[in-house]
């Protein structure tokens, strides 16, 4: 059983940051891949970032730049920074972990908002 626990959300002002955290329990494969999504209201969950096994990491265009994603193996845990925070990231941040190209796993979600 694998639990994903997203952290960090939010209200936060435009221009400002905040730093989600997303804690893997359970049995992991030694491979994985990392994401972050989000789904605004009435909208399509969406691709933000990922990390793959080797530590390469890419963005989608609307946030690169603003957003970092990291990790740290030995707790299994994955970070989203946030920067330079806009009205339009408002919406709930999913971690998502992938085993084996095969398996996925998704947390619960975690609120943003962006008020201006």
């Known amino acids: 059983q694998v639990h994903l626990v997203e952290s960090g959300g939010g209200l936060v002002q435009v221009g400002g940051s905040l730093r989600l955290s997303c804690v893997a329990s359970?049995?992991?494969?030694?491979?994985?891949?990392w994401g972050w999504y989000r789904q605004a209201p009435g909208k399509q969950r969406e691709w933000v970032a990922g990390?793959?096994?080797?530590?390469?990491?890419n963005y989608a265009y609307s946030v690169h730049g603003r957003f970092t994603i990291s990790r740290d193996s030995a707790k299994n845990t994955i970070y989203l920074q946030m920067n330079s925070l806009r009205p339009e990231d408002t919406a709930v941040y999913y971690c998502?972990?992938?085993?084996?190209?095969?398996?996925?796993?998704w947390g619960q979600g975690t609120q943003v908002t962006v008020s201006s």
């Open positions: 359970g049995s992991l494969s030694s491979i994985n891949v």
């Open positions: 998502k972990l992938t085993r084996g190209g095969v398996y996925e796993h």
């Open positions: 990390i793959n096994a080797g530590g390469s990491a």
